[in-house]
């Protein structure tokens, strides 16, 4: 027989790169032990098990899973094997990976010149396995290719091209085993396993933000099944089927050898959890009953990446996971069953996700799942009917949602419709790691959406996720103000100061339910004598932010910045409402307060900058002031602002239908602010409806963060700030179908001018 040199190359890997590549080794070892069984005299060369072994930084946007180069290609032994085998993984598919497999097959090829260069396909786990060809053969400088599940067509190849015969394709198809039971164990003693949990260890320290679940070792690879019954349109769980070859969609180890390989890894290898890669561990009951069993009788725990399907797990299951697994992932994709069913072939119970949802929560076992937008053919009403329910199962139940896009892989369904349709807007095939969660790369025109949308949907679903909490209270010190601004919301109410005691016990009620962010606010809070005893007192109580939102006007004084500056707040916004002194005296209705907010505005730019404190200013819109923006960033930008946060004015207080200006006219003018004065000013647009703003709509995504407030009025009224504006907004007309519903209420209104004004607007 011959002898093999089974090589696990380093990988190189995009930032944003999808799924479990720290663990692709496990096919390797699979492989080893078939070529072992066969009689093949095997050496496994794995980067992932070399004593140095870790996760690198390599050039921006991308990272190095294993060794150097030069430290793999220092480890290839001196004699020739009859056959060199490069282990293949969706991983290794990419552009920057191949590029360095074609620098590994030259120096092998140099070395062994007779040698034969074999790529196979060896069985990781079949979520997005990316087709390849003779021509990535070519590419990377292979002779030959294996494609698909190795286990049983690996071991003749290589006798074959041992004893100098050739295939009578370069491409060689595998064929599937059928009883997995038949396979011998990974050959865990051909590689340094304790090298392994070290490079694990490595990984997990580097605390790389791609990581879906906890990688401290020690821990193994497992798979208990290979394949799926089932065949979405966007997935890969079984690429040989679609290419002719006949077998078994899905096949599963017996109860007895799972416990045999479970009992393994314990007793041998000391490992207490493994990570379950099967493409779909539920398929069967019995099956996961039987694994369940395995489990239990062990005491190992359980991690399981891909997600189950929820329409196939039983209550007791889920109840027998708690404490075995630290998450349940399920994988829904839309909440409509005619995408899941006709357009992605799922064929689920839509019901079923809500149902595992409630079982978790009452179980209390964390739960993710994964959704999916941008199938072709999905309408509009059907992709914001998935992001209301995502959060609607995560506000409900605490089920965590990850989104994604969907993303043709080559061999797909997704990919042949795609191509069919020309709706690519940037095609990309072989780099995919980055796009799935990162970058939608098709649109449907026909279907009314396109890839951008997606992406800023996607967006606004991730913020509402992590602002469902609330963080922040927004505590109005005063209803004393030596401005009268036309729009002010509390304006109306009686002028006093708040009665301090009873606001530093909110402080301290809040502070122990959890809330890190505080701003003071007013009226203006500098003219409240005890905004200094509450600034500290925030601080004593372990309040992480604290900012005070004043207009300047006290702080023309340098003492009285600087005694603001130091006071310990870690942030400080000055309100200013025009650019000379007509236009802001216009809006604050108060003789000379232009010229004192200016000096307001000098000092503290100068003195938070010397002390640490973030610097920025307010402007709240009205008819008489946005037109003249222009004129307005060029004087922040002589002043030294940094941050500016735009505001439409909101029909409270003061404010009427005459303040407010036409946020159709707005939204342009805000645009040309941003495209002259963003490379030197951070802005931020608030409370102006995100459709307005198409192509700048994450300059509003910090408007969603209302969520997560909680204002406070001097009367000690406590309300939610988005509840609280959402009272003057509502859903009309093009609503109806906006991606970005979820995170917008709508359009504010007067309710004088409403049943005029806004029925015109709509037509109704």
């Not at 799972?258 to 398929?283: C, I």
């Not at 509009?380 to 993303?407: M, N, S, V, W």
Request: aromatic share 8%; glycine share 8%; hydrophobic share 40%.
């Amino acid at each position: 027989m011959a002898s093999v040199l089974l090589l696990h190359p380093p990988l190189l890997l995009h930032d944003a790169f999808i799924d479990y590549p720290y663990l692709a080794n496990l096919g390797t070892w699979q492989a080893a032990a078939g070529l072992r069984s066969a009689g093949h005299q095997v050496e496994v060369l794995d980067a992932f098990c070399l004593p140095t072994s870790g996760l690198l930084r390599e050039r921006a946007g991308m990272i190095r899973l294993g060794a150097p180069l030069a430290t793999f290609t220092g480890r290839l032994p001196s004699q020739a094997p009859d056959v060199v085998v490069f282990a293949a993984s969706p991983w290794l598919i990419a552009r920057p990976a191949s590029a360095e497999l074609a620098r590994l097959c030259g120096v092998v090829a140099e070395r062994w010149p007779q040698t034969p260069i074999v790529v196979a396909d060896l069985d990781v786990g079949g979520q997005h396995v990316i087709a390849w060809d003779e021509a990535w053969l070519d590419e990377v400088g292979a002779d030959f290719g294996l494609r698909y599940e190795a286990d049983v067509t690996l071991p003749s190849l290589v006798a074959l091209l041992a004893s100098g015969g050739r295939p009578e394709a370069r491409l060689v198809r595998g064929t599937p085993p059928e009883d997995l039971d038949a396979l011998p164990l990974p050959a865990y003693d051909l590689v340094d396993m304790a090298a392994y949990q070290r490079f694990l260890g490595r990984v997990a320290q580097a605390d790389h933000k791609r990581e879906i679940f906890d990688l401290h070792p020690p821990l193994l690879a497992f798979k208990t099944s290979r394949g799926c019954a089932y065949s979405c349109g966007f997935c890969t769980a079984t690429p040989w089927r679609r290419d002719g070859v006949e077998g078994k969609a899905w096949r599963s180890y017996s109860a007895e050898r799972l416990a045999e390989h479970l009992r393994l890894v314990r007793d041998q290898l000391g490992v207490q959890r493994v990570v379950v890669l099967d493409e779909l561990v539920n398929v069967k009951a019995g099956h996961f009953d039987g694994l369940l069993d395995g489990l239990e009788a062990l005491d190992l725990r359980a991690d399981f990446p891909n997600g189950m399907r929820a329409d196939r797990l039983a209550e007791h299951q889920v109840r027998r996971l708690v404490g075995r697994t630290p998450v349940l992932s399920i994988s829904a994709e839309s909440s409509s069953e005619r995408v899941a069913n006709e357009l992605i072939g799922k064929h689920f119970d839509r019901e079923a996700t809500e149902r595992v949802a409630r079982w978790c929560q009452e179980a209390e076992l964390p739960l993710v799942v994964h959704w999916m937008i941008g199938t072709p053919g999905e309408t509009r009403r059907e992709i914001q009917d998935t992001l209301a329910t995502a959060f609607h199962l995560y506000a409900g139940y605490g089920a965590r949602p990850l989104l994604q896009f969907a993303t043709p892989i080559r061999g797909t369904r997704l990919f042949t419709e795609v191509e069919r349709r020309g709706l690519w807007v940037r095609r990309e095939d072989r780099d995919i790691g980055p796009l799935f969660q990162g970058r939608a790369v098709i649109e449907d025109r026909e279907s009314g959406w396109s890839a951008h949308e997606l992406e800023v949907a996607k967006r606004v679903l991730e913020v509402k996720v992590e602002t469902l909490q609330p963080r922040k209270v927004i505590m109005n010190t005063t209803y004393i103000c030596n401005n009268q601004c036309v729009f002010c919301a509390t304006g109306n109410r009686l002028p006093t100061h708040g009665e301090v005691a009873e606001q530093i016990a909110f402080m301290e009620l809040r502070r122990s339910q959890g809330f890190d962010l505080i701003d003071f606010d007013g009226g203006e809070p500098t003219t409240n004598p005890n905004l200094f005893a509450l600034l500290r007192k925030a601080r004593e109580l372990g309040y992480q932010q604290v900012n005070v939102t004043s207009n300047g006007r006290m702080l023309m004084l340098e003492r009285n910045a600087e005694k603001v500056v130091r006071s310990g707040i870690t942030n400080l916004l000055i309100s200013l409402h025009g650019p000379n002194p007509a236009v802001h005296e216009a809006q604050v209705q108060s003789k000379g307060a232009f010229e004192q907010t200016i000096a307001g505005v000098r000092n503290s730019v100068g003195l938070c900058r010397k002390y640490g404190v973030g610097f920025g200013v307010n402007v709240t819109l009205t008819k008489t002031n946005f037109p003249v923006l222009m004129e307005y960033g060029e004087l922040l930008v002589g002043l030294g602002v940094e941050l500016c946060n735009i505001q439409f004015v909101t029909p409270f207080g003061r404010a009427s239908a005459a303040t407010q200006p036409d946020p159709a006219l707005v939204a342009p003018a805000v645009k040309a602010l941003i495209d002259r004065f963003g490379d030197k000013i951070r802005f931020q647009v608030i409370n102006l409806p995100i459709c307005y703003m198409d192509g700048y709509e994450h300059y509003c995504m910090g408007d969603l963060y209302k969520l997560e407030r909680r204002m406070v009025f001097v009367s000690m009224e406590d309300v939610n700030l988005f509840d609280y504006l959402q009272s003057r907004r509502r859903h009309e007309g093009p609503c109806e179908d906006c991606l970005f519903k979820l995170g917008c209420e709508g359009f504010y209104y007067f309710p004088e001018e409403w049943n005029d004004e806004a029925a015109q607007r709509w037509g109704d």
